[in-house]
C-alpha cells in the first residue's frame, strides 16, 4: 500500500510517518504539506491512502479532499487532526476515518487494516453495479449509488433513491447480501443505510443515533446496532 501523509507540521508528519512503518502491509509512504503538493504526488505517485490534515497554512483540509473525489480513481482519505468538530464534515465527503492527534500506534493500525479491506472490496466490486428490483411488473435497474436507504414494514421492502422509492418483496437479508459492504451497512432491523449518502449524524435516547440522509428522511439506529455503526464511521 502507497500512503502519502499531507500536513503543515514538519513533527506531526515524521511522528505519523514513524508509526505507519510500524504497520504490516505499507510499502511506501510520501510527504506534502500543502495543497498543491497534494496534487504533486497524486500525478507522481500511485496513492492508495491519503492520511490529511484539515488545517494547512492558509489551506483546508476539507477542500482539498473535495477536490481529490472530482479525480479519477482517487485514493481513500483519513483524516488527521487535531480538531474533533469536523468530523460530520469529514464523513459528507466519504472520509474512510477520522483520527485524532497525538497519535497512537493501535489506532494507526486500525485505520490502514480498514483501508486494506476496502481496496480490496473496491477491487472486487463490478464496474457498474446495479440492483434488479421486480415491481409492479416491471424491472428496474438501480445503481447500488444512487440506493439511500431501505427499509422494511410488513412484508414489504421499500428501497428509497433520491427520485422515487420501489417496493418489493426482496426481504432485507436478501438485500444486504446484494448490495456492496463498503457503503451499505444494517443499522437497524428494518433499516439497511448507503452511508455515503449520510448528511447529519444526531445522539438519539439510550445512548443510539438517528441519522438524517440526502433526502432529508431521518433513519434510527438502534442499540443492537450502534457499534458497528460507529467503527464503520469511525465515531
Same mark, same amino acid.
Given at each position: 500500500?502507497?500512503? &502519502?501523509?499531507?500536513?503543515d507540521?514538519r513533527l $506531526?508528519?515524521?511522528?505519523?510517518?514513524?508509526?505507519?512503518q510500524?504497520?504490516? %502491509?505499507?510499502?511506501?509512504?510520501?510527504? %506534502?504539506?500543502?495543497i498543491?503538493? &497534494?496534487f504533486?504526488?497524486? *500525478?507522481?505517485?500511485?496513492?492508495?491512502? *491519503?492520511?490529511?490534515?484539515i488545517h *494547512?497554512?492558509?489551506?483546508? %483540509?476539507?477542500?482539498?479532499?473535495?477536490?481529490?473525489?472530482?479525480v479519477?480513481?482517487?485514493?481513500?482519505?483519513?483524516?488527521?487532526t487535531a480538531?474533533?468538530?469536523?468530523?460530520v464534515? $469529514?464523513f459528507?465527503?466519504? &472520509?474512510?476515518d477520522?483520527?485524532?492527534?497525538p497519535?497512537?500506534?493501535e489506532?494507526?493500525?486500525?485505520a490502514?487494516a480498514?483501508?486494506?479491506?476496502? #481496496?480490496v472490496?473496491q477491487?472486487?466490486?463490478?464496474v457498474n453495479?446495479r #440492483?434488479?428490483?421486480?415491481?409492479? !411488473?416491471r424491472?428496474? *435497474?438501480v445503481?447500488?449509488?444512487?440506493i439511500?436507504?431501505?427499509?422494511?414494514? %410488513?412484508?414489504?421492502t421499500?428501497?428509497?433513491?433520491?427520485?422515487?422509492?420501489?417496493?418489493?418483496?426482496l426481504t432485507?437479508? &436478501?438485500? !444486504?447480501?446484494?448490495?456492496?459492504? =463498503?457503503?451499505?451497512l444494517?443499522?437497524?432491523?428494518?433499516? =439497511?443505510?448507503n452511508t455515503?449518502k449520510?448528511?447529519?449524524?444526531?445522539?438519539?435516547?439510550?445512548?443510539t443515533?438517528?441519522?438524517?440522509m440526502?433526502?432529508?428522511?431521518?433513519?434510527p439506529?438502534?442499540?443492537?446496532?450502534?457499534k458497528?455503526?460507529?467503527?464503520a464511521?469511525?465515531?
Amino acid at each position: 500500500m502507497n500512503i &502519502a501523509i499531507i500536513d503543515d507540521e514538519r513533527l $506531526a508528519r515524521m511522528e505519523l510517518h514513524y508509526l505507519l512503518q510500524q504497520v504490516e %502491509g505499507v510499502e511506501n509512504i510520501y510527504e %506534502g504539506e500543502s495543497i498543491e503538493e &497534494a496534487f504533486a504526488l497524486l *500525478l507522481q505517485e500511485t496513492i492508495d491512502l *491519503l492520511f490529511l490534515d484539515i488545517h *494547512l497554512t492558509d489551506e483546508s %483540509g476539507l477542500d482539498l479532499a473535495k477536490k481529490i473525489q472530482q479525480v479519477p480513481h482517487p485514493p481513500l482519505i483519513i483524516f488527521a487532526t487535531a480538531y474533533d468538530n469536523h468530523a460530520v464534515e $469529514a464523513f459528507e465527503l466519504n &472520509a474512510l476515518d477520522y483520527i485524532l492527534k497525538p497519535f497512537e500506534q493501535e489506532r494507526i493500525k486500525k485505520a490502514v487494516a480498514k483501508a486494506q479491506q476496502t #481496496l480490496v472490496k473496491q477491487t472486487a466490486m463490478p464496474v457498474n453495479p446495479r #440492483l434488479t428490483i421486480e415491481t409492479d !411488473e416491471r424491472i428496474f *435497474l438501480v445503481p447500488f449509488d444512487e440506493i439511500l436507504y431501505a427499509e422494511v414494514q %410488513g412484508k414489504q421492502t421499500t428501497i428509497h433513491t433520491e427520485e422515487r422509492q420501489f417496493i418489493t418483496t426482496l426481504t432485507l437479508a &436478501a438485500l !444486504e447480501q446484494q448490495v456492496p459492504s =463498503i457503503n451499505f451497512l444494517k443499522v437497524h432491523r428494518s433499516y =439497511i443505510i448507503n452511508t455515503a449518502k449520510i448528511t447529519e449524524i444526531q445522539p438519539w435516547f439510550n445512548q443510539t443515533y438517528q441519522v438524517t440522509m440526502s433526502n432529508q428522511e431521518k433513519v434510527p439506529v438502534s442499540r443492537s446496532y450502534v457499534k458497528s455503526f460507529k467503527q464503520a464511521i469511525g465515531l
